[in-house]
């Protein structure tokens, strides 16, 4: 007998055999690195499971068996694998992509797409690079402001001052300015923007309960404060890390956090993530609530035999229409497929960065704008300084 890994999440499902060219029930079991069908051999009664590695796993698609039946098709090197008969198909297969995917980013630097990488690399240090500027243009903007508080200041000392010397004129018997000073302060502070601010965001699937459908989406770690984001990165919930009232760690992969108000509605999130270890490092260092840790499960299953499939990666054989639910003219290679993935996520990198350029030229020329105004406050200063000083030496002759 072999024990297998404790599941993150498992699922009862059907899966079809090649073999014996009909379905079979079985267990759908989620792990961080393959998915496991357990299933029983009626024919020998014995336990069998069959092992997906995720590295092994070319493609997984949504499909149709029969043109009627919801199904999950994974592709592997050398064959198809069709799992259907789920009580929420989407929720199973955004689970299963969703660990896939972050496997294949976390196994990508040891394999042969070391240009991809280097390309990321750049990318990742050019966006660094341009954080840095944005930091020191945030700085940048808080001397401004407090050059701006400095000119403002000296507007209204220069403003006592020519009301103590109208007040001068009038003792020695000259004329009294009968109009009121008023302070002319154009300097405008301006708020420190959120530019330069660092954040952190990990891939997330999200719901209010564990039992509840789950939607991909980010979560992002930023001025204090926790936001989930959907898919189109509209945010979804923003609270600041110091409101957060319990997080339940269910697994090292899912947790429920929750808000509570008083008088006001209580916000429960669930999160499953491959990325879980770090959202949970973030969160016990920026806040402070205490995290509720469930005791896992300890039993584990038992099998008399364990095949795995797509071990032989040279063979890029497809399976005909006679072996399978649906014919399947061909397998996309798993090069391919991590290009591809290489390609998105660079892309995403390069759209952060010109969100980021974008807001860096925001702020140049509002700080620009500001140093004008400064230019003008200092000669409007220097000119009304003197002005009070010939009325005082006026006065005094």
């Not at 267990?27 to 092992?51: G, M, P, S, Y």
């Not at 099998?303 to 061909?330: C, Q, R, W, Y």
Request: net charge negative.
């Amino acid at each position: 007998m072999t024990s297998l890994e404790i599941p993150i999440l498992q699922w009862t499902c059907t899966f079809y055999d090649e073999k014996e060219r009909r379905w079979k029930e079985g267990e759908l079991q989620l792990n961080q690195t393959q998915v496991v069908i357990v299933f029983e051999d009626k024919r020998d009664k014995t336990k069998k499971a069959k092992v997906i590695k995720f590295q092994n796993i070319s493609k997984i698609t949504k499909e149709k068996s029969s043109y009627i039946y919801p199904s999950i098709v994974v592709n592997l090197s050398n064959c198809v694998v069709w799992l259907s008969s789920f009580k929420i198909r989407d929720e199973v297969f955004n689970n299963i992509e969703h660990f896939w995917r972050i496997s294949l980013l976390d196994s990508r630097a040891s394999k042969s797409e070391q240009k991809d990488r280097e390309l990321l690399r750049i990318a990742y240090e050019t966006q660094e690079v341009l954080i840095g500027a944005s930091n020191q243009l945030q700085q940048q903007g808080r001397q401004l402001n407090s050059a701006a508080r400095t000119m403002e200041n000296m507007h209204n000392d220069i403003t006592v001052a020519e009301r103590i010397t109208g007040d001068i004129e009038s003792w020695f018997g000259a004329w009294r300015v009968k109009g009121r000073f008023e302070n002319e302060n154009t300097m405008n502070e301006r708020m420190d923007s959120p530019l330069g601010s660092q954040s952190i965001d990990y891939p997330v699937l999200y719901g209010k309960v564990i039992q509840e459908s789950h939607k991909s989406g980010q979560v992002v770690f930023k001025d204090n404060n926790f936001e989930l984001l959907d898919e189109k990165l509209a945010v979804v919930y923003s609270i600041p890390l110091q409101q957060i009232s319990e997080i339940d760690v269910h697994s090292p992969w899912d947790i429920t956090i929750l808000k509570r108000s008083l008088g006001k509605p209580l916000i429960r999130i669930h999160l499953t993530s491959a990325r879980m270890p770090l959202i949970l490092k973030n969160l016990q260092q920026s806040q402070g609530p205490e995290l509720d840790l469930e005791t896992l499960p300890q039993e584990t299953k038992e099998v008399d035999f364990i095949e795995e499939l797509g071990e032989n990666k040279n063979d890029h054989a497809t399976t005909s229409s006679s072996s399978s639910p649906t014919s399947t003219t061909s397998v996309l290679t798993k090069q391919k497929e991590l290009a591809m993935d290489d390609a998105a996520e660079l892309s995403k990198v390069l759209n952060k960065m010109k969100f980021l350029a974008s807001d860096i030229n925001v702020e140049q020329d509002a700080q620009l704008k500001q140093l004008d105004d400064l230019t003008e406050g200092v000669d409007r200063a220097t000119s009304r300084f003197n002005a009070t000083n010939r009325r005082i030496e006026d006065t005094m002759r």
